[in-house]
């Protein structure tokens, strides 16, 4: 497995821990010292930012998981890929996106653009 596709990993773990305390521990896991995320939602800073976003979104999709599509693209300290979030009941996925990555030294995340290319009407 990639440096790259060890984060990503990483990554998804994160978002699919169930727990404060797991919640924490994959965050820390994943994100550097100061690591942020970025979507066209939020914008936040360091792992208890990170992981109160992360939160939000279970609390929003109850029964929900997200789940890697396709392959991890990456070159020097940045890589790229798509997801979706994935009713556990039914199958369907209401929301989908990329995101991009930057990696600090020791492979974990420093930075998460992310891009919402599929979202359920409000």
């Not at 029964?63 to 693209?73: A, H, I, K």
């Not at 890589?79 to 979030?85: K, N, P, S």
Request: aromatic share 10%; proline share 3%.
């Amino acid at each position: 497995m990639s440096s790259y596709e060890t984060a990503v990993a990483r990554y998804f773990t994160a978002w699919n821990a169930t727990g404060a305390e797991e919640l924490a521990k994959a965050v820390a896991a994943a994100w550097g010292e100061g690591g942020s995320y970025t979507d066209p939602l939020v914008d936040v800073r360091g792992h208890e930012s990170v992981a109160a976003v992360i939160a939000g979104a279970q609390e929003q999709f109850p029964g929900f998981e997200f789940r890697q599509t396709g392959v991890v693209e990456g070159h020097h300290d940045v890589a790229r890929f798509q997801w979706e979030l994935v009713s556990l009941a039914d199958g369907s996925a209401p929301v989908a996106g990329s995101d991009v990555i930057t990696l600090d030294g020791d492979g974990r995340i420093r930075t998460v653009t992310g891009f919402l290319d599929r979202m359920p009407m409000a």
